[in-house]
């Protein structure tokens, strides 16, 4: 079966372990999940074009972009972008990210998960511009919920699809 390498990338604290956690077990938990180093799952997944394993890179710990090196990123068909849909500024950190992924690797598949769905009706009205920037970009947002797992499967899926 083909494999395929897919970074999870994003602000501090916006779901990405969670999100690989939900998808991987299909489980949750409201605890902050600490970890060390870089944990990598897998999961098989079965799309429109075929079967794909999907290698799933969650950089644990201090997970802020500049302290993540070309190391972790090298290698990657893909990534998944996660932002905290009731944290503006991590669509900002997201698109910021993005750019330099893009640089790195050449104009890989990615997504823009807005995580944390199931809190939508807290979520602030000020995330246009930034979500107008990603679809500029011709980056596909989706809202997903690592709790809930609303759009969790379909988004990793889709990157999945985009890879075979
Ligand atoms: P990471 O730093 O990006 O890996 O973030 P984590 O996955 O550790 O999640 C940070 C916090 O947000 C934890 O307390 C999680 O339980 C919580 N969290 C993650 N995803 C969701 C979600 O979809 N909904 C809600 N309500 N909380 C979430
Ligand atoms: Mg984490």
Redesign the pocket.
């Known amino acids: 079966m083909k494999e395929q390498k897919i970074c999870m990338l994003?602000a501090?604290?916006?779901?990405?372990?969670?999100?690989v956690r939900r998808f991987v077990e299909g489980m949750f938990?409201?605890?902050?999940?600490t970890t060390i180093g870089v944990k990598i799952d897998q999961k098989q997944v079965s799309c429109p074009r075929g079967e794909l394993l999907m290698i799933l890179w969650d950089v644990a710990g201090e997970?802020r972009f500049h302290t993540i090196t070309d190391t972790y990123l090298r290698g990657s068909a893909a990534y998944l972008l996660?932002a905290d849909g009731g944290r503006p500024q991590t669509i900002e950190q997201a698109l910021q990210i993005d750019q330099r992924a893009q640089k790195l690797l050449g104009g890989v598949p990615r997504l823009l998960l807005l995580?944390?769905?199931?809190?939508r009706e807290e979520w602030p009205s000020d995330d246009g511009v930034a979500l107008a920037r990603a679809a500029e970009l011709g980056m596909l947002v989706l809202p997903?919920?690592?709790?809930t797992g609303v759009g969790v499967e379909e988004a990793f899926v889709q990157l999945a699809d985009q890879l075979l």
Request: net charge negative; hydrophobic share 35%; charged share 30%.
């Open positions: 994003g501090f604290a916006v779901g990405k372990t969670s999100l938990s409201e605890e902050y999940l997970d996660v995580n944390k769905a199931d809190l997903s919920s690592a709790k």
